[in-house]
């Protein structure tokens, strides 16, 4: 069982910047693949970006590619998504996920263990 905590949502103005983290528990999260979601209000939840198991590999969303970046800290256990010139279309409920296996995908069902989800919300 892998347990995930997701920090470092908030309020923030537009072009701002936010870094959130996903502490995970268990020994088999240095193995996995990570992934980054997002739902908003009314909206189905969405790929953010994902990460390797190593790092090697990582995989950004064409809605944030280029302000949003994915890397991780095995020895931490924790992965973190840095986001970068913030819009307001950016507000969501950000969750963490373990993949399946050690690859990255970009759709929900390959995930097998979510994180509650922090807010993050993009003042104009």
């Known amino acids: 069982q892998v347990q995930l905590v997701e920090s470092g949502g908030g309020l923030v103005q537009a072009g701002g910047s936010l870094r959130l983290s996903c502490a995970a528990s268990?020994?088999?999260?240095?193995?996995?693949?990570m992934g980054w979601f997002r739902q908003a209000p009314g909206k189905e939840r969405e790929f953010v970006g994902a990460i390797s198991w190593n790092g090697g590999s990582t995989r950004s969303a064409d809605s944030v590619k280029g302000r949003f970046t994915i890397n991780r800290d095995n020895a931490k256990n924790t992965v973190y998504l840095q986001m970068n010139s913030l819009k307001p279309e950016d507000t969501a409920v950000y969750s963490c996920?373990?993949?399946?296996?050690?690859?990255?995908?970009?759709?929900?069902?390959?995930?097998?263990?979510w994180g509650q989800g922090t807010q993050v919300t993009v003042s104009s």
């Open positions: 268990g020994r088999t999260f240095s193995m996995r693949g």
């Open positions: 996920a373990v993949s399946k296996d050690s690859n990255w995908y970009t759709v929900s069902n390959f995930y097998v263990y």
